[in-house]
């Protein structure tokens, strides 16, 4: 298989997995110290919004990640959609470093690696 298919395998299946934990977040449940810096158990409702936003966010990188590897044609315009695979590339590897210094030691241990793991995805992604 293209490593290129398995990279958006991956990376949406990661993206929907931190979907379903945005949800439960939002729900309410007391999971975040896995978040936004480790400071509440559950969210405040300005973080909750802040995860409600996170999820069209991440269908958008979802979708990308699906159109940049040819398995939907989504987006018209293929200069977009290779500058948005290499910001998405940015923003992931942008987002080990930030997950990497949370004062929070869960979220540190989970979501960086999850941040790196996704970096590098788009990253095969983009290439």
């Not at 990661?14 to 559950?42: D, E």
């Not at 959609?81 to 869960?106: D, H, K």
């Not at 540190?108 to 793991?117: D, E, Q, S």
Request: proline share 3%; aromatic share 16%; hydrophobic share 60%.
């Amino acid at each position: 298989m293209d490593l290129t298919l398995v990279a958006a395998y991956l990376a949406t299946t990661l993206l929907f997995s931190l979907t379903v934990f945005q949800v439960a977040l939002i729900a309410g449940a007391p999971i975040g110290k896995f978040a936004w810096g480790g400071q509440y158990r559950v969210l405040p409702r300005k973080l909750r919004i802040a995860s409600t936003i996170s999820l069209f966010i991440y269908a958008f990188f979802a979708l990308l990640a699906l159109d940049g590897a040819g398995l939907i044609n989504l987006f018209a315009n293929d200069a977009f959609v290779s500058v948005a695979l290499w910001v998405s590339f940015a923003y992931f590897t942008f987002g080990i470093f930030l997950n990497a210094i949370s004062r929070s030691r869960p979220e540190r241990f989970l979501m960086t690696p999850i941040a790196a793991v996704l970096a590098v995805c788009y990253l095969l992604i983009a290439l």
